[in-house]
């Protein structure tokens, strides 16, 4: 079966300082690799994926993440964190071919103090 | 183009009564999926249709039905409500299989 874990149930970091969020994975295949945000009382806004080519994701509002196969990790990061980037930030992971669902980590908050 | 809409954006229900939710996708999506999420679960994936096909179901009672059609708009529905069934019900849609999806502003269900 595959799996998200998302390690950190909240993550604080200045504005202005670098941010990271973690996500690891577990699956049979080839993972289609998503992050997702979502501001409070509205739907999850897709961030970046990763399918296949280079390791690094460039994705919108200035974050990237990096897909590293051997850790199977998949760490949401911004160089330079902003206030109005506090939310909850979800990764998921999708494996086409054969029984596909979704699954998603069971969220980060994101805290990004003035 | 317009985003995925849901409709009602707030229910509020007594337990025993059954529910439904619509959804409609992005125009020219013709995947979508439902999603339940609850502070102590997270995010937990009920089903998807494609062209009016359920291709993946997740791990749900049979309470919990949906269905497509042919225009690609969704509705899912829910039976013999439970309190533990009060939860924020997502939609999202995607063009393609294994393409990002882009999610509804969700229903809010409250079973008293």
């Known amino acids: 079966a595959q799996s998200v874990a998302q390690p950190e149930d909240q993550v604080n970091v200045a504005e202005g300082n670098p941010l990271t969020v973690k996500c690891t994975y577990s699956?049979?295949?080839?993972?289609?690799l998503f992050w997702y945000v979502q501001y409070p009382n509205r739907g999850l806004q897709f961030l970046l994926k990763?399918?296949?080519?280079?390791?690094l994701v460039k994705g919108s509002y200035g974050f990237e993440a990096e897909f590293n196969k051997s850790q199977t990790s998949f760490h949401l990061k911004k160089p330079s964190a902003l206030v109005s980037d506090s939310a909850l930030y979800f990764c998921?992971?999708?494996?086409?071919?054969?029984?596909?669902?979704?699954?998603f980590g069971r969220g980060t908050s994101l805290i990004v103090h003035p | 183009k317009a985003g995925v809409t849901q409709t009602p954006r707030y229910l509020i229900k007594t337990r025993g009564q059954q529910v439904t939710l619509s959804c409609s996708p992005i125009?020219?999506?013709?995947?979508v999926s439902w999603y339940q999420q609850t502070p102590g679960q997270g995010l937990q994936f009920l089903f998807e249709?494609?062209?009016?096909?359920?291709?993946n179901k997740g791990n749900f009672p049979g309470r919990f039905s949906g269905r497509q059609f042919s225009n690609s708009r969704s509705e899912m529905n829910v039976s013999t409500l439970e309190l533990g069934d009060s939860a924020l019900y997502l939609c999202?849609?995607?063009?393609?299989?294994?393409?990002?999806?882009?999610f509804g502003p969700g229903t809010r269900l409250t079973v008293l």
């Open positions: 249709y494609f062209s009016e096909t359920q291709r």
């Open positions: 699956v049979s295949g080839n993972p289609y």
């Open positions: 998921a992971v999708r494996v086409l071919g054969g029984s596909y669902i979704p699954t």
């Open positions: 125009s020219g999506h013709r995947s």
């Open positions: 999202a849609s995607s063009p393609t299989d294994g393409d990002e999806q882009f």
């Open positions: 990763y399918i296949t080519g280079d390791n």
